[in-house]
C-alpha cells in the first residue's frame, strides 16, 4: 500500500536539544483518507472534505470546513500530495451506481431464494473470484485482482419476487466487511442506487444490468463479491443473477459467474440454485 514510509524524528526533542515538532500525521481507511496536525484533522472523502479544530473542538463535534475553506483546502492539497508521494492508490470514489446498460443474460443464471417470516432479516454469501482458472485461462496476472480507481462491478439482475422494505445487490468484500452496507449502493427495482432499503416500489420482473463504481480509498485484492438479501418486513424474496463481473478501466473484464457450479451458501438460509437457459 504504502511505497515508503515515512515518519518524524522525536529523538533531538526528548533529548532537550531541539523544540518537539509540529506533527502531522497522513493515513487511508477503507472509504476516506485522514489528515491531523496539532490544530486539525481533515476527512478527505470523494468531492468533499471535513475539517475538525481538534484543539478547541476535541470532541469534533462541529465540521468546520465551510467555516475555514482555505485551511480544508490547503490541508486537502497536503494530503492529496502525501498519498502522491507514498504511491497510495486513492480514488477516493464512493461507489457509484453509473446507470443501467442492456443486461443480456444468456444460458444458465443464478437463482437466490428466500422467504423471510421474521421482520428484520439479512441474509448473504459470497461468491469466489475464480483467480487461479482466470490466470490459467484468460492469462491474468495477480495484480488484475486488484482494485483499482475506475474498477466497477456489473452484473445483470432479475427480480422475481420482492416487496417493499427487500432489498437484494451484490456488494464487494474486504475480509468480513461488506463495502456497500445497508444504506449503500444496493440496487432499487429501477435500477437506481438505493438509499434506504426502508423505501422500495414494486417490482418490474424484468432483466436489468446493474453497474456500481469499485474505487474505495486504498488499494486491495478483490475479495469474494458478497450477494446480500435485506429484508425488513416478512415476504418471498427470489432473485436472478447473471454475468456477475469485475470492469477494469482498462477494458479487461474479470468474469466472477456466468454460469456453472452454484456458490456455496454457507451458514445462510438462501436457497441457491442454478437456472438452465432463459
Ligand atoms: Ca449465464
Redesign the pocket.
Known amino acids: 500500500m504504502y511505497k515508503t514510509l515515512d515518519g518524524v524524528d522525536l529523538v533531538p526533542a526528548l533529548e532537550g536539544k531541539a523544540k518537539a515538532p509540529d506533527l502531522e500525521w497522513n493515513g487511508i481507511f477503507l472509504r476516506y483518507g485522514g489528515y491531523r496536525d496539532n490544530r486539525w484533522k481533515l476527512i478527505a472523502r470523494a468531492g468533499s472534505s471535513e475539517l475538525y479544530d481538534i484543539q478547541n473542538d476535541p470532541s469534533e463535534s462541529e465540521d468546520v470546513a465551510a467555516k475555514h475553506p482555505v485551511v480544508a483546502a490547503e490541508l486537502r492539497a497536503r494530503h492529496d500530495a502525501w498519498l502522491k508521494k507514498h504511491g497510495a492508490n486513492v480514488s477516493y470514489s464512493a461507489p457509484a451506481v453509473t446507470g443501467t446498460q442492456k443486461a443480456q ?5 443464478l437463482e437466490v431464494a428466500f422467504t423471510a417470516t421474521a421482520k428484520k432479516e439479512k441474509q448473504q454469501f459470497d461468491i469466489p473470484i475464480p483467480r487461479a482458472a482466470l490466470m490459467r485461462e484468460r492469462g491474468l496476472v495477480p495484480e488484475d485482482f486488484v482494485c483499482t480507481p475506475g474498477d466497477r462491478l456489473s452484473y445483470d439482475m432479475k427480480i422475481e419476487s420482492m416487496g417493499p422494505g427487500q432489498a437484494v445487490y451484490i456488494s464487494p468484500s474486504r475480509g468480513d466487511a461488506t463495502l456497500f452496507e445497508d444504506g449503500g449502493p444496493g440496487v432499487n427495482f429501477d435500477g437506481s442506487p438505493i438509499a434506504s432499503t426502508k423505501k422500495l416500489p414494486a417490482p418490474p420482473n424484468e432483466w436489468k444490468r446493474y453497474v456500481s463504481g469499485l474505487g474505495v480509498s486504498a488499494a486491495y485484492d478483490h475479495a469474494p463479491l458478497r450477494v446480500v438479501v435485506n429484508s425488513k418486513a416478512p415476504g418471498e424474496i427470489r432473485v436472478l443473477f ?2 456477475i463481473e469485475i470492469l477494469k478501466p482498462d477494458g479487461r473484464v474479470i468474469p466472477v459467474w ?2 456453472g457450479k452454484a456458490p456455496d451458501a454457507g451458514k445462510s438460509a438462501l436457497k441457491i440454485s442454478v437456472l438452465p437457459s432463459q
Open positions: 443474460p444468456q444460458g444458465e443464471v447473471d454475468n456466468n454460469g
